[in-house]
């Protein structure tokens, strides 16, 4: 089961998170989905792990939930499956620490949907996205509807999500789906390169930031603006505060702590 989701240590605590099934085109089993959750809650809580590299094997990023087993869901057990998926997927969103998608080829439905959850995307110059799932007389599960909507604004989403239709890299781009788009044969250096360059700064103040973004958007402007100055003192509270002005006003590169 451990070779269906590979995993790997890069430099500078870079957790390498890699969906293995290149002959499924990386579906999203129930096993794929379980394995996940349980690497996911592992890095969360191993502090040499200081963010996440999302990538699949093979032709493309993910192609969506196993649709072998799509089949013999009914209503209640499509349920739980979709419970399974947005357990899984807010895991990875809720790390308290960066993680990075990085695409290529395709994400259709749930790899779309994971590739959502990561706190960032960026992604190959022939990436083709889509959530194709009323084509299969069904909806987005694995939070989809809500991700989307929320990245790319309600009107995009729903005409993603109607019609079942194919985006491409240059649209994600534009809708702020993705945040870059580079040759194939660059993607993962890219993404490497990326998360290393957040791994140098303070990881408290990145999971502040995280949190502030997440959580704030779905509260008043009055509540996102108490969370965030709240966590601006918790900040000030941290060493890495003062390591970082002092670097600033010495001229001289910050070495900031994991916490």
């Known amino acids: 089961m451990n070779d269906i989701v590979t995993v790997s240590s890069l430099e500078k605590g870079i957790l390498h998170i890699r ?65 399974l998926g947005q357990q899984v997927f807010s895991a990875l969103e809720s790390l308290g620490k960066p993680s990075l998608a990085a695409i290529h080829g395709f994400a259709f439905g749930g790899g779309c949907e994971l590739a959502m959850a990561a706190t960032m995307r960026i992604a190959a110059n022939n990436v083709v996205f889509g959530q194709p799932e009323i084509k299969l007389g069904v909806i987005p599960g694995f939070g989809g509807t809500q991700r989307l909507s929320r990245l790319i604004g309600k009107g995009r989403a729903l005409d993603i999500c109607l019609t079942g239709r194919r985006f491409q890299a240059e649209e994600a781009l534009q809708w702020g789906f993705i945040t870059e788009i580079v040759a194939p044969s660059d993607l993962e250096q890219r993404a490497i390169s990326i998360l290393q360059e957040l791994t140098s700064l303070s990881s408290s103040a990145l999971e502040s930031i995280m949190t502030v973004i997440d959580q704030g958007y779905d509260l008043s402007l009055q509540q996102a603006f108490a969370l965030e100055a709240a966590h601006f003192g918790l900040a000030c509270s941290s060493p890495n505060k003062n390591e970082g002005v002092s670097a600033f006003l010495e001229k001289r590169t910050a070495l900031f702590k994991a916490s």
């Open 19 to 83: 969906l293995n099934r290149p002959d499924q085109l990386n579906a999203l089993s129930q096993a794929v989905l379980q394995r996940l959750f349980v690497v996911f809650n592992e890095a969360k809580h191993d502090a040499a792990v200081l963010a996440i590299l999302l990538t699949g094997e093979g032709k493309g990023f993910c192609a969506g939930a196993d649709i072998k087993e799509l089949l013999p869901l009914d209503g209640q057990s499509g349920l739980v499956f979709a419970n």
